[in-house]
């Protein structure tokens, strides 16, 4: 069964700064796609940023970027720029390729991003 | 273009008693996941239904349920309720339930049983 590891449950940045958030994943799949999502206290989770595993350029999204190591099977976030409203749990998600029949998302247990002013 | 709507927002139930969550995904979206978030074990996986069917089923006893409408609403229940089953359960559509489509989630429904 895949697994997905976040080993930092809570971090801290100051505003304006840069903060990289960690992730690791287990699987013996070759074709698969890779989630950060955002779950600020409103509760609903946001797409942060997708990377499929088949491309080797790391996914960028404004002030977001993944680095992405297929072998190492780590995917960190880092998030430039820091604003007070990034605060928020962070989560890593996993999902292999619907070939190969699972539509599931599996999660990390999520980071806890506070922003200082 | 309206979100994912969950309904409650909020839920107090009995142990023992059954309860019956709501999801209404974007239009259009025919895929329409369901998880269950708790301190201790994270987000969980419960089912994902597409046009009416059932593809996955993640590993909750029987007492788990759902289904989905020709609308592509879709509904979970849980029958006998257990003070466990307190968390927060979310529903994410998606146009196909493809990967590369993404995945919109609601702001779920926080169940308490007492």
């Known amino acids: 069964a895949q697994t997905v590891t976040q080993s930092q449950p809570e971090m801290s940045v100051q505003e304006a700064e840069t903060v990289t958030l960690s992730c690791t994943y287990d699987?013996?799949?070759?074709?698969?796609?890779l989630f950060w999502y955002k779950q600020p206290p409103s509760r609903q989770m946001i797409l942060v940023i997708r990377q499929e595993a088949y491309k080797q350029q790391n996914a960028t999204e404004n002030r977001f970027s993944v680095n992405f190591q297929k072998a190492a099977k780590s995917f960190s976030l880092k998030i430039s720029d820091s604003q007070l409203g990034d605060a928020a749990m962070y989560f890593c998600?996993?999902?292999?390729?619907?070939?190969?029949?699972?539509?599931?998302?599996?999660f990390g247990k999520g980071t806890k991003l506070s922003v200082i002013p | 273009k309206a979100g994912v709507t969950q309904t409650p927002r909020y839920l107090i139930k009995t142990r023992g008693q059954q309860v019956t969550l709501s999801c209404s995904p974007i239009s259009g979206h025919r895929s329409v996941s369901w998880y269950q978030q708790t301190p201790g074990q994270g987000l969980q996986f419960l089912f994902e239904?597409?046009?009416?069917?059932?593809?996955n089923k993640g590993n909750f006893p029987g007492r788990f349920s759902g289904r989905q409408f020709s609308n592509s609403r879709s509904e979970m229940n849980v029958s006998t309720l257990e003070l466990g089953d307190s968390a927060l359960y979310l529903c994410a559509s998606s146009p196909r339930g493809l990967s590369e489509d993404g995945y919109t989630f609601g702001s779920g429904t926080r169940l308490t049983v007492v």
């Open positions: 699987t013996s799949e070759s074709d698969y796609y």
């Open positions: 239904y597409f046009s009416e069917t059932q593809r």
């Open positions: 998600a996993y999902r292999p390729d619907p070939g190969a029949g699972s539509y599931q998302l599996t």
